[in-house]
């Protein structure tokens, strides 16, 4: 059956003649699907991967052979030696590869063909993979995207490195918008990295009094990564949070689960830090203490 459609859709888009065979292979997800093109001396091979569901399943395939028809096109001008490289630029393949896929879409939108890959969804996937975009920014150059009617390879291999200037009637907004923060910090995989992004020296010298602080008076406290900064965690037990991603100041939070209990403060270049300091050790003081108290009345059970 699917021999059969992805043969009528070849003969749709008037490229049958150029393909000799085509080989299907059946994947268990719709993300998984993909089409690998295999070109001889006088035609193209073709193996589709398509996830083993009726949902849009013509719209599937079609989108996938469209990009055999994108390759077979002269005005395309497709160039296989000019694809950024997956190994060396992973990010610039991964905009390459989103570029095209909202190339085919779009066409596939304007033909009428239900597909599953759809404005929302594959704007949705674009924005998500623009970590240094702002959502707002990130949307508006999808919708450029969307609307073009005729795009090359060149085009899209440019446009891959250059995404930002698809906006071209100003510069770009948005660069200190809160999600592109988060996007950079997620990059971030170390406490000391995170530490080194602040570009205050003045609040990078207090971050770094706030981990001494830690290691000198919250014996057994372990400080961990998070999307936005630096956790303190005693026991498994979360008790301070230190937000690193402001240029202007530490977001400061100290938890009591127990007593359910929060306090936030913002700290400045020229900010007191002694009275969160005192805090975060009273906050510590008591969770160990309950801690240790749980413990001697609940001993761990020997065999």
């Known amino acids: 059956m699917d021999q059969r459609l992805a043969h009528d859709i070849l ?10 065979k085509v080989r299907i292979d059946q994947v268990n ?3 998984n699907e993909r089409v690998e093109i295999k070109k001889k001396e ?8 398509i996830w083993d569901h009726p949902l849009c399943l013509y719209g599937r395939i079609y989108r996938l052979l469209m990009y055999v028809g994108d390759v077979l096109q002269p005005e395309f001008q497709y160039d296989p030696g000019k694809v950024p490289n997956n190994s060396t630029e992973p990010a610039i393949r991964e905009t390459y590869n989103h570029l095209w896929g909202i190339y085919i879409d779009s066409r596939v939108e304007r033909r009428g063909i239900d597909n599953f890959y759809d404005r929302v969804l594959r704007r949705n996937l674009f924005i998500d993979a623009q970590k240094s975009l702002s959502w707002q920014e990130s949307s508006r150059i999808f919708q450029r995207l969307w609307d073009r009617q005729q795009y090359t390879h060149r085009q899209i291999i440019d446009d891959a490195y250059h995404l ?9 907004e948005g660069a200190d918008a809160f999600e592109v923060e988060i996007g950079a910090s997620r990059l971030s995989d170390s406490v000391q990295t ?8 003045g609040l990078r010298e207090k971050a770094e009094d706030f981990m001494r602080f830690a290691k000198d008076h919250c014996q057994g406290t372990l400080i961990e990564t998070s999307s936005y900064g630096l ?22 939070s100290v938890f009591d689960f127990q007593l359910d209990f929060q306090e ?22 008591r969770i160990s203490s309950h801690l240790r108290l749980k413990s001697i009345k609940n001993p761990t059970p020997t065999f």
């Open 194 to 201: 995170h530490i080194d992004r602040i570009a205050s020296s």
């Open 29 to 31: 997800s719709p993300w």
């Open 231 to 252: 956790y303190f965690m005693y026991d498994q037990e979360i008790f301070a949070e230190m937000i690193t991603t402001r240029s202007d100041a530490l977001l400061i």
């Open 164 to 172: 930002n200037e698809v906006l071209t009637e100003g510069p770009a």
């Open 42 to 49: 006088t035609h193209l091979d073709v193996k589709l991967s």
């Open 11 to 20: 003969r749709t888009l008037g490229v049958a003649s150029c393909v000799r």
């Open 264 to 285: 936030s403060y913002r700290l400045t270049e020229e900010s007191d830090p002694e009275p969160v300091l005192e805090k975060i050790r009273d906050t510590y003081n």
